[in-house]
């Protein structure tokens, strides 16, 4: 089942989101451009309008031809470029390239913007109730929003065998209940077990048989606990499960929804 989203932003502020994004995080980036505070006298008034479509500000940067770039999030979450004409009348949001094809915002944006919120989206994930799959030592860690019910998930478990069995990625599960009527009293039976992992395990083992039974009930906690994975599942930009979240060479987050298909099952999980 998948939940509702949050408000679309503009047409317009949409594409070019999705262009700056496909930039950040592909294009080969020159050495980061100075930073100065977003907040300063002379901050240009055209701002205000990308504003009140979900761009938040968050520093500026020095961009060539006599624009001014400013590195932001749009939505809250994903790291976005803005750059405002000499006259400061215009602003465009999404990519800007050099004359060698390379995107100019991508480091600055890489500096003020993807890192530092990489690092809060990881710790919000870490502080979130899951259930460890894997060696507790293993070199990296993936991240999914699983439903006991869904059955992409456990596509996604059964791919993921060769690395975690092989003790190279824990998966950690951000357990939900959105899929089916009893799929929360499902996560509630796996969360508040002695061994949460091992009750995991048997679930998925015995998906094809309908999986464990669900709890008789859900204490208060344990409900606070759902609530809280679900709600931070929609806030991180995903409508369903699986969602999935690693960090790259870099260390900045990625995100895949569904079952990653293809080369995207590398990335995720890195090598075998």
Request: aromatic share 6%; net charge neutral; proline share 7%.
């Amino acid at each position: 089942m998948l939940l509702k989203s949050s408000p679309a932003l503009g047409s317009v502020l949409a594409v070019s989101l999705l262009m700056a994004v496909a930039g950040c995080g592909q294009a080969q980036t020159p050495a980061a451009p100075k930073a100065s505070a977003a907040g300063s006298a002379n901050r240009p008034a055209v701002l205000q309008g990308i504003e009140k479509q979900g761009f938040e500000v968050i520093g500026e940067f020095d961009a060539p031809g006599g624009l001014r770039g400013f590195a932001g999030v749009v939505g809250g979450q994903q790291p976005a470029a803005a750059y405002v004409t000499a006259d400061g009348k215009n602003v465009m949001v999404g990519t800007l390239f050099n004359e060698k094809g390379e995107d100019v915002g991508a480091a600055p944006l890489d500096k003020l913007v993807a890192k530092p919120m990489s690092d809060r989206i990881w710790s919000r994930l870490d502080g979130s109730a899951w259930v460890r799959d894997g060696r507790s030592d293993a070199p990296r860690v993936v991240y999914t929003f699983s439903d006991a019910n869904c059955p992409y998930c456990h596509r996604f478990w059964e791919a993921a065998r060769p690395w975690v069995d092989s003790g190279k990625v824990q998966l950690r599960h951000v357990m939900v209940g959105v899929i089916r009527e009893d799929s929360p009293a499902k996560a509630a039976a796996i969360l508040g077990a002695p061994n949460p992992s091992a009750v995991f395990l048997q679930n998925e083992h015995d998906f094809s048989k309908g999986g464990i039974k669900p709890a008789a009930t859900i204490t208060p906690a344990l409900a606070n606990k759902l609530d809280a994975n679900q709600v931070l599942m929609v806030e991180l930009g995903f409508q369903g499960t699986p969602g999935i979240l690693f960090r790259d060479a870099q260390g900045v987050v990625q995100r895949v929804s569904g079952m990653p298909q293809g080369e995207d099952m590398d990335k995720v999980m890195g090598p075998r």
